[in-house]
């Protein structure tokens, strides 16, 4: 039996994610082992803590081995997949894995297992996200927000671990067509939308928006009378441009909290994302809605 933590790669950020752990002891699909525990990683879909390998001869075994160690088990199919759902089918039912926004009740604890061989399981119950390999499958609204940018600050807000309470006040940078716009305003939040371009006008005659139609970056913070409680930036724009903004904001104290996207440019240059990493108080995740981009969570 060996103890290590096991990092969940995107196919995508493979590379990106064994190059920002350094200490990296195997990989089989999309598990990265490592012998560290590292809490900071950008491109870690999900971590599985203190994961156990353990040899097994039988299917029944293999089943004794998980139930004994956790209620509910998601696979995660690396290896002889065939047996893996043989195992699997043997366990638990799990329990409904799609969620409504905002998230009132958190999943079970959900431990989650592969196979390396036919007769070697991996398996770990203490992960990072609530959600099975860190996938919120969130019951999508397909009526309301004027497109899918609305899914990633869902994401963003249940990782985040609070939600904004009404009649609090937000600034959404780079607003158009406003997603982002329309998920503070149902949560309650008095929104300013600020964008060149307009929103869509559905979402801009919503109680409680505002819109401002100038460039992000003209919006000095320093000429704000009192601090807003959510700064959102999901402004297309070099990271170095975002990196200025954020200081901006950060120095000037008129934002209790940020949710910023990160655009990537060219290859993923983990020297650029550490400087993020670097502001105190920050986190930097590669969501599942991410592209080519990670979001800033301060």
Same mark, same amino acid.
């Given at each position: ?8 790669? =995107? ?20 598990? #990265? ?48 997949? +065939?047996?893996? =759902? ?61 497109? +899918? ?78 601090? #807003? ?53 920050? +986190? ?15």
């Amino acid at each position: 039996m060996t103890d290590l933590t096991v990092y969940i790669a =995107h196919p995508d950020y493979l590379g990106a994610l064994c190059q920002e752990l350094g200490d990296v002891s195997s990989v089989a699909g999309n598990l #990265v082992f490592s012998t560290q525990e590292k809490r900071d990683i950008c491109f870690a879909s999900d971590i599985w803590f203190r994961a156990q390998i353990v040899k097994f001869e039988s299917i029944s075994e293999a089943v004794r081995i998980l139930r004994a160690a956790g209620k509910y088990w998601f696979l995660n199919p690396v290896e002889s997949i +065939r047996r893996s =759902h043989l195992i699997a089918e043997q366990l638990r039912k799990l329990p409904n894995l799609k969620q409504s926004f905002p998230i009132s009740t958190p999943l079970p604890q959900i431990g989650c297992f592969s196979l390396l061989d036919k007769n070697t399981l991996v398996y770990a119950q203490e992960r990072w996200k609530d959600p099975p390999l860190g996938d919120f499958q969130f019951i999508e609204d397909k009526e309301n927000p004027p497109n +899918r940018a609305y899914l990633k600050l869902w994401e963003a807000l249940a990782l985040y671990g609070c939600y904004p309470a009404q009649g609090e006040t937000a600034i959404d940078l780079g607003a158009s067509p406003g997603g982002w716009t329309y998920v503070m305003q149902s949560l309650g939040v008095n929104v300013t939308a600020v964008d060149k371009a307009p929103l869509e006008p559905r979402i801009a005659q919503l109680p409680n928006v505002t819109f401002l139609k100038q460039s992000a970056f003209a919006l000095n913070p320093a000429n704000l009378k009192t601090a #807003v409680d959510w700064l959102l930036c999901d402004v297309a724009c070099y990271p170095e441009r975002s990196y200025h903004l954020i200081m901006a904001w950060l120095n000037s104290g008129k934002a209790k909290r940020m949710i910023v996207t990160i655009k990537l440019q060219g290859a993923t240059n983990l020297e650029v994302i550490g400087r993020f990493k670097a502001i105190p108080g920050a +986190r930097v995740i590669h969501l599942l809605q991410n592209k080519h981009e990670v979001t800033l969570l301060l």
